[in-house]
């Protein structure tokens, strides 16, 4: 039977770091925050751990916080996962001690459930021993997204309020409570039976002694995408992590879709009924949430957004004398607005680019100095410069009034704020950290308001209908949630991760 490593630090001292660093994370974060990556690997006869390796490190950008990996030689389920960053997390030891040919792997950005080692994925389960089964059945399960019906769910599994430590944990829990009280049911039985009750967004991997299993649910608001080896299969959260280990992109696998990869190929299920299946992709994965050499739609992200920036510039000209994008995410959409335009495009903020968890955690009033240890501007490039300063979106506001307060202390003579999306003004329950709609400077203020709470000489945003045909698949289906407050499904319940904080203008 399998195992799972336990972290050697004791739990009151993870607990204390990663309360630090969720401190920093809100800091450094202006954009909506991710919540986890994916990855999954079939491939006979060879050891997949370094390969699962390299694809979840491909991903990190989709979560910071924890990592994992789940491996199985068709005898044993082994479990590693820790805080921190992938490669933190793993050395070539713990490679070694994830044997097996089948490999599924994880990097958490908490939304549902604390940031903690307990909520690090995989999330293991072995099935109790029961007369009927000749050898119990061990899986381990990783999950991109957030169920919006835990709590009911958790009551449903039987699990004590509390208990639940995550919606994955409870998911996990549900599948294995399936398998022990029916004993003649397999792993995919239980999830024929189990992923129906789920409501909200979720892209499973999972591994049990002979498959790797890939789960979109029936929106699809999360990527997941199925990757073609010489020798073997791959899932993933995003095109990139096929790109790095040589595999290449045969399809996204389908929203509602059941994906079994064994010995002989891939299988599709479909445990929703076909009026069920309604794709609504994050369009937040467009703007800023997926790398930009990823592939979505059949869309190049990069481009996506440079189309972004284009379209931004027809609809909030302005006259000025440079744009510039604040790096790294307004970069694209800046390049885009400057060739639409005709201004000249130029670096007006330097990163940097190793910046992490480990400074010292500041407080309310030091917020804007923890902006500038991320952000410098060059002043020989700003001096008495007129600028257009693109950015992909305004969460909390945070960020941008202190990227302004610097540009004009660095000499700007103007600062005209260009936003690559609509204003962001519903929390979301789908797997991204955006806090609640108390924290979100656009719930209640309209434009003019924001642009005189961040200081801007002007602020505009690009239109929803213009977003979505800068995404190349204008009819796609997409979820707008954040941008509109329709969402497409219940959502009246909710783990917070977080009290909710007072108004970022307060
Ligand atoms: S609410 Fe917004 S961030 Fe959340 S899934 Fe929908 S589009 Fe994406």
Known sequence: MGYVL?????QEVKDEVTAQEAAVDEVMHSSPREACGVFGAFVPGTEVSHLAYDGIYALQHRGQESAGMATSDGQAVVVVKDMGLVANVFNEYKLAALPGHIAIAHTRYSTTGSSSWHNAQPVYRMTSKNPDRAQPIEFALGHNGNLTNTEVLAAE???LPGTATSDSDVIAELVVRHLDSNPTHDLVD???HVLPTLEGAFSLVLVDHGRLIGVRDPNGYRPLCLGKLDQGWVVASETPALDIVGAHLVREVDPGELLIIDSEGPVSEAPWPAERIDPKLCLFEFVYLARPD???????????????GELLAEQAPVEADMVMGVPDSGIPAAEGYARRSGIRYGH???KNRYIGRTFIVPDQAQRAQGVRRKLNPLRETIEGQRLVVVDDSIVRGTTPRAVVKMLREAGAKEV???ISSPPYRWPCYYGLDTGTRAELIAADLTVSEIEEYLGADSLAYLTLDALKKATGA???GFCDACLTGSYPSEVSVRMERRAPAASPVA
């Open 294 to 308: 990823s592939r979505l739609y059949g869309q190049e992200l990069h481009s996506a957004r440079i189309r972004m």
């Open 474 to 476: 204008p009819g796609a």
């Open 416 to 418: 005209h704020l260009r």
């Open 6 to 10: 336990e972290s050697p630090r004791p």
């Open 348 to 350: 007006g903020l330097v």
């Open 190 to 192: 239980a999830l024929n």
């Open 157 to 159: 599994a039987g699990m």
